[in-house]
Structure formats: C-alpha cells, structure tokens
C-alpha cells in the first residue's frame, strides 16, 4: 500500500507534457541543426573561404621563403663567409621567416597580432624560463661564430663526453659533427661554448708522437739508425722539418725510443698506421727483437 501511495504520488508530482515542453526535445532534431547551418551559412563560407586562402598562402610562402633563403646564401657565399656563419644565419632567417608567416596566417583569423605579442609580454617569465635552455645554445652558437674555436670541416674533441667527430653543420642551436665511422653527433651549442674542447686540425701540420720498445740486449744505436731512417723516407711527411729520434724511457722490459715526425693534419692517422707498420716490418728484418711485457724471478735458497 505504501509503495502504491509513492507511485500515485509521484505520477501527480511529475507532469510529463510538462517535462517535455521544459526540455524541448525538438531543440536536438535534424531540423533545428539545418536551421543553424542557415542562419550561420555566411560565416562558414567565410571560415572555409579563409581557410583556403590560408593554405594557399601558406604553399606560396613556403617556397618564397626557400627561394629567399637560397638568394641569401649565394649571397653570403660569394662574399665569403665562412661556412658554419652561412648555416648560422640560414638557419636564423628560416626561423624568423616561419614566425613572420604564422603571425600572417593567423592574422588572417581575426586573431590580432598585438594580443599575441601582448600575452607573449605578459608570460615573458614563465617562456623566459621554459626557453633558457634553447637561448643558451643560441647564445652559444653566436659564440662559437665570434671566438671562432672551430670551424666547419674542423675535427674537434669535446672534453666534458668525449664527443669527437668532423664538424659539418653549425645551426642555430645544434652543432653537427660526423664521426670516423660515419655516425651524426648532435651536441648543443651551448655545451660547446660553455665547456673545454680540442680542436684537432685547427692547425695545417700536426707532430706524430710515437713510442717503440725493443729489448735491451739489441743494438740501440743501430736500432735508432733505422727508426730514423724509416721515418724520413715515409711519404707525405713535411720535408723541412727534422725528424727526431731519441730515448724516451728505460722501462721495465724495454728500451722505448721517441719517434717525431711532423706531418699534415689531414693525412694523421693514415701517415701514423703506415709509420708503425714500416718500422717495424724494419726491425724485423735487421733482427731487432721488440719485446712483450716480461717479468724476471730468480728464486733464493
């Protein structure tokens, strides 16, 4: 009985005509959405007109700004500029370029370019803050352009990781180097700035350092005789410098003589291995032993 006086209750409470006038179901028909798309017809024209008009724009800038990053290059290249400011500078008008032509866009959707430069102003802390990393390696990479530590087709070692490779492209805020077996190394201008490195070829010539060992039972005058003469006769060494022979060290199995050549940058690691094969395929051959690591125990009684 009570559950039946609820349902009573409750049906007299709630009018459904009612409920149904207050929703107004028809609201959500097929008609009322046509009715929209009529009365909005214009401004969707409007937005698709636009929308057209900005990927058409945007297809012509893109290859206006390739067409006038090419022009600009040529340019810097006839008037001899190094290689890594070409790519420096590419890279910074490409992006200046890309930023003119979405404020252009935009513009093109009422989206007013005062507000946008306004909220820029506003949230300079916070994007100042999100954007250090990104304005240190810029600020790098104008260092690196000015102090000039390295250039393009440089082989540079960076101390902090042990990077090293050949430097082939200097953006605007990565550095490129290629490495002996053709890998890309991709290091932050500002690591490079900010950090010790060795540039390797900076120089035209390089001294070639060299330690050989033979025993102490071989003739060391007659060893070093040898060593030099090999030296002196390896192609493509510089021929004006002298070649110094000497002994560098009495180890413990050994007798290590200093082997100094000078030759060109370029030609290092090809000049050095064939170097060590000469000397000592020359040794070999006048019977001068090159020892391994022993150690002598004689026993007490």
């Known amino acids: 009985m009570w559950n039946m006086f609820l349902s009573s209750e409750l049906s007299e409470a709630i009018d459904t005509d009612e409920l149904a006038e207050s929703v107004d179901l028809s609201k959500f028909g097929w008609s009322s959405i046509q009715n929209w798309f009529a009365e909005n017809s214009q401004g969707i024209v409007n937005l698709i007109v636009k929308i057209i008009i900005a990927i058409i724009v945007i297809l012509i800038a893109i290859r206006v700004i390739r067409f006038v990053r090419k022009l600009i290059r040529k340019a810097m290249e006839k008037a001899g500029f190094e ?87 200097i953006t605007i805020f990565y550095t490129k180097l290629t490495t002996v077996d053709h890998r890309t190394v991709v290091i932050p201008n500002g690591t490079l700035a900010n950090t010790s490195l060795t540039n390797v070829t900076h120089q035209d010539e390089r001294q070639l350092d060299l330690e050989v060992g033979i025993s ?43 082997v100094r050549v000078w030759i060109p940058a370029d030609d290092y690691w090809t000049l050095r291995w064939q170097l060590l094969e000469d000397i000592k395929l020359a040794l070999d051959d006048n019977g001068i032993e090159i020892p391994y690591q022993q150690v002598d125990v004689k026993i007490k009684k």
Request: proline content about 1%.
């Open 83 to 169: 290689k890594g400011v070409v790519q420096f500078l590419d890279s910074t008008i490409k992006i200046v370029l890309y930023i003119i032509l979405f404020l252009a866009v935009i513009n093109q959707f009422g989206v007013q370019t005062t507000s946008i430069v306004a909220i820029l102003g506003s949230a300079g802390l916070t994007i100042g803050l999100a954007l250090q990393g990104s304005l240190s390696n810029f600020a790098g990479g104008v260092l690196i352009l000015v102090l000039k530590p390295f250039k393009v087709g440089d082989y540079i070692v960076e101390d902090t990781h042990k990077n090293e490779g050949v430097v082939k492209e």
């Open 216 to 258: 102490y039972d071989a003739d060391l005058r007659k060893a070093k005789e040898i060593i030099r003469s090999v030296a002196e006769g390896i192609e493509g060494r510089v021929a004006d410098k002298d070649v110094t022979i000497f002994v560098k060290e009495l180890a413990a199995s050994s007798v290590n003589i200093g």
